[in-house]
């Protein structure tokens, strides 16, 4: 079973930074789709960003230019680099890894909380 840990949340103040990291277990990790989602209070999981098995990264629209993902294949590790923080990134954040058959793993979430 695919195990994922998240690590690196905590409270910050607008402006400051944080880098999340996520690692994983029991996977050929070089494989995998990885990515980072977020839940706020009260609202859906969204996805933040996401890096392909080719480095391929995307983002979603309201953190382009702050977050930066990126992964560590032989640490099995990947990370959220957290820039220029809002309060309105203010959620909990979810490790996400997927294989190629699309079966997905989901880490247990790291509390971000941006205070103003």
């Known amino acids: 079973q695919v195990r994922l840990v998240e690590s690196g949340g905590g409270l910050v103040h607008a402006g400051e930074s944080l880098r999340l990291s996520c690692t994983a277990s029991?996977?050929?990790?070089?494989?995998?789709?990885l990515a980072w989602f977020r839940q706020a209070p009260g609202k859906q999981r969204k996805l933040v960003a996401s890096?392909?098995?080719?480095?391929?990264?995307n983002y979603e629209d309201s953190v382009k230019g702050r977050f930066t993902v990126s992964r560590d294949n032989e640490n099995k590790t990947v990370y959220l680099q957290m820039n220029s923080l809002k309060p309105e990134d203010t959620a909990v954040y979810y490790c996400?890894?997927?294989?190629?058959?699309?079966?997905?793993?989901w880490g247990q979430g790291t509390q971000v909380t941006v205070s103003s």
């Open positions: 996400n890894a997927e294989a190629p058959s699309g079966i997905a793993s």
């Open positions: 029991k996977i050929i990790f070089s494989i995998y789709r």
């Open positions: 890096i392909s098995s080719g480095y391929r990264t």
